[in-house]
């Protein structure tokens, strides 16, 4: 049998078809606008996601058996607002996880109602793409739209409703939304209340490997598929990318360089970062993880790489960067493209260079760009650290993760071990391996990355360059704090 993983993403969606043995037969990649409205505004049309999805998957499984495909599961871009009325249209554009125009609504939340009750509710924080504030900023601002609200969903949800027609949401991403209860597993009543929210107006919870149900007989025939395709809820896509990448049961690690950049911790016990930098979610497996977010990861090279320097040679433009160069490097970038969250919070933080000179190369400038998303994610591991998790090793996915150089800078910067694996289509395998979960291929979550999550090859730290990084990353902690109340005069 066949399984569909929908890597719904922030720049396009990416379907997946994979054999039940975990092998897979076929990739295809759909692109869809971006909108930004105004400064540090991010929307998108949940029409185009859905246009998207149909014409992929009748790509992907072109030349196989349709009655073969058993399951399609998700794994999401999190936090997206998706507004619907009381006939399931779309109210208004989807407003998409790194949009930063709810500063007053999360300062609310955090300063008035409070960082304590907050935490005590949902296990996090107010963050500025969270999805709570998102509503609060609809309900100031558009109240006509708002007073139309039936149903309150997340990105991925409106592609399994569209196949569904169920209203549903997996808990880890339902834990992004700081809408849930995430220790207890249900929506927080205080929440709701706080927001003006009923809970009929949520999507019904289930784990992300249960089934939420099978194909309409009209989408099935407009993707091209049968009505006993299952459809199981899914997972938000760093919990997708982490079951893809077998980070799963107790004390695992994973770090994503996509479009935004992941630690990810998985977790049997529930546990909460006192210090709010890291979200404590729930996790695709059943269990929960920590997990620290920045907003812009393998985004800062494509920008720096297509918007700066106008190449798509990326591989080219990082051939002089020699190992003699790893920790040697004087220029240093702040990676804050669309503000950023763990662990500053701070949506008007913005990207910046520092420490050019007269012999600066555009190297130079290349490799602060790859050392500066490798220094911010050591942030948000010193948090963990801090927390008493030790993570000596990690897994790595995403498209930054294709980059022999910028696994060795994450490897030495972090002075961890970095283990690649066979697949690097994080959430899209993670999304078909729910479905194969769901379809009861796979006893459990923790069975499925076991058979077919497979390391071959890591990346050992070098003492030496460990060492330099060490240094440079201590210089790299004070730029923030220096900056920072720039930010707002520069907002």
Same mark, same amino acid.
């Given at each position: 049998m066949y399984y569909i993983g929908v890597d719904l993403g922030t720049s396009a969606v990416k379907l997946l078809l994979m054999e039940a043995d975990g092998s897979i037969k076929n990739i295809v990649s759909k692109e869809y606008p971006l909108s930004f409205p105004n400064p540090g505004w991010s929307e998108q049309s949940p029409t185009d996601w859905w246009d998207a999805v149909v014409t992929g998957i009748r790509e992907l499984t072109s030349g196989f058996e349709a009655d073969k495909v058993a399951g399609i599961s998700f794994g999401g871009q999190m936090h997206g607002l998706v507004i619907l009325d009381d006939k399931d249209q779309v109210i208004r554009p989807a407003i998409l996880w790194n949009d930063g125009r709810t500063g007053k609504e999360t300062d609310y939340l955090n300063n008035v109602i409070g960082k304590d009750k907050l935490s005590s509710y949902t296990a996090n924080i107010a963050f500025a793409g969270f999805t709570a504030p998102k509503i609060l900023w609809v309900k100031e601002n558009e109240?006509?739209?708002?007073?139309?609200?039936?149903?309150?969903?997340?990105?991925?949800?409106?592609?399994?409703?569209?196949?569904?027609?169920?209203?549903?949401?997996?808990?880890?991403?339902?834990?992004?939304?700081?809408?849930?209860?995430? @220790?207890? @597993?249900?929506?927080?009543?205080?929440?709701?209340?706080?927001?003006?929210?009923?809970?009929?107006?949520?999507?019904?919870?289930?784990?992300?490997?249960?089934?939420?149900?099978?194909?309409?007989?009209?989408?099935?025939?407009?993707?091209?598929?049968?009505?006993?395709?299952?459809?199981?809820?899914?997972?938000?896509?760093?919990?997708?990318?982490?079951?893809?990448?077998?980070?799963?049961?107790?004390?695992?690690?994973?770090?994503?360089?996509?479009?935004?950049?992941t630690l990810f911790i998985s977790s049997k016990e529930f546990g909460v970062d006192k210090f709010n930098a890291l979200h404590s979610f729930d996790h695709a497996d059943g269990k929960y993880h920590l997990m620290g977010c920045m907003l812009s990861a393998a985004s800062c090279n494509k920008?720096?790489?297509?918007?700066?320097?106008?190449?798509?040679?990326?591989?080219?433009?990082?051939?002089?960067?020699?190992?003699?160069?790893l920790g040697r490097n004087n220029v240093y970038y702040l990676p804050y493209l669309m503000g950023e969250r763990s662990p500053h919070n701070?949506?008007?933080?913005?990207?910046?260079?520092?420490?050019?000179?007269?012999?600066?190369?555009?190297?130079?400038?290349?490799?602060?760009?790859?050392?500066?998303?490798?220094?911010?994610?050591?942030?948000?591991?010193?948090?963990?650290?801090?927390?008493?998790?030790?993570?000596?090793?990690?897994?790595?996915?995403?498209?930054?993760? @294709?980059?022999?150089?910028?696994?060795?800078?994450?490897?030495?910067?972090?002075?961890?071990?970095?283990?690649?694996?066979?697949?690097?289509?994080?959430?899209?395998?993670?999304?078909?391996?729910?479905?194969?979960?769901?379809?009861?291929?796979?006893?459990?979550?923790?069975?499925?990355?076991?058979?077919?999550?497979?390391?071959?090859?890591?990346?050992?730290?070098d003492p030496e360059i460990a060492a330099r990084y060490q240094d440079r990353y201590e210089k790299f902690v004070k730029l923030y704090p220096t900056v920072k109340p720039l930010y707002e005069e520069l907002k």
């Amino acid at each position: 049998m066949y399984y569909i993983g929908v890597d719904l993403g922030t720049s396009a969606v990416k379907l997946l078809l994979m054999e039940a043995d975990g092998s897979i037969k076929n990739i295809v990649s759909k692109e869809y606008p971006l909108s930004f409205p105004n400064p540090g505004w991010s929307e998108q049309s949940p029409t185009d996601w859905w246009d998207a999805v149909v014409t992929g998957i009748r790509e992907l499984t072109s030349g196989f058996e349709a009655d073969k495909v058993a399951g399609i599961s998700f794994g999401g871009q999190m936090h997206g607002l998706v507004i619907l009325d009381d006939k399931d249209q779309v109210i208004r554009p989807a407003i998409l996880w790194n949009d930063g125009r709810t500063g007053k609504e999360t300062d609310y939340l955090n300063n008035v109602i409070g960082k304590d009750k907050l935490s005590s509710y949902t296990a996090n924080i107010a963050f500025a793409g969270f999805t709570a504030p998102k509503i609060l900023w609809v309900k100031e601002n558009e109240p006509e739209n708002f007073a139309k609200i039936a149903k309150i969903m997340l990105p991925k949800d409106y592609i399994a409703y569209k196949m569904t027609g169920v209203h549903s949401c997996d808990y880890s991403d339902a834990s992004g939304m700081l809408l849930l209860d995430v @220790k207890n @597993k249900c929506w927080s009543k205080e929440m709701l209340e706080i927001c003006d929210v009923k809970e009929e107006q949520l999507p019904k919870l289930y784990e992300s490997y249960e089934v939420t149900g099978n194909l309409t007989e009209e989408v099935a025939k407009e993707l091209g598929l049968t009505t006993a395709c299952k459809v199981a809820a899914g997972a938000g896509d760093n919990a997708a990318a982490a079951v893809g990448t077998g980070t799963v049961g107790d004390g695992e690690c994973n770090i994503s360089l996509g479009t935004s950049g992941t630690l990810f911790i998985s977790s049997k016990e529930f546990g909460v970062d006192k210090f709010n930098a890291l979200h404590s979610f729930d996790h695709a497996d059943g269990k929960y993880h920590l997990m620290g977010c920045m907003l812009s990861a393998a985004s800062c090279n494509k920008w720096w790489m297509d918007e700066i320097i106008g190449t798509q040679d990326y591989g080219k433009e990082q051939e002089p960067i020699t190992d003699e160069k790893l920790g040697r490097n004087n220029v240093y970038y702040l990676p804050y493209l669309m503000g950023e969250r763990s662990p500053h919070n701070n949506p008007d933080a913005r990207a910046m260079f520092l420490g050019m000179s007269m012999d600066t190369t555009r190297a130079d400038m290349t490799q602060a760009v790859l050392e500066g998303v490798a220094f911010a994610t050591r942030d948000m591991l010193e948090i963990a650290k801090s927390l008493g998790i030790q993570i000596t090793e990690s897994k790595i996915c995403g498209g930054g993760a @294709k980059s022999p150089l910028w696994r060795k800078i994450i490897a030495n910067v972090l002075n961890i071990k970095v283990n690649i694996i066979e697949s690097e289509e994080g959430p899209g395998l993670g999304g078909a391996m729910l479905a194969a979960v769901a379809c009861g291929e796979y006893a459990s979550v923790e069975e499925a990355a076991a058979k077919i999550v497979k390391i071959v090859d890591s990346v050992e730290p070098d003492p030496e360059i460990a060492a330099r990084y060490q240094d440079r990353y201590e210089k790299f902690v004070k730029l923030y704090p220096t900056v920072k109340p720039l930010y707002e005069e520069l907002k």
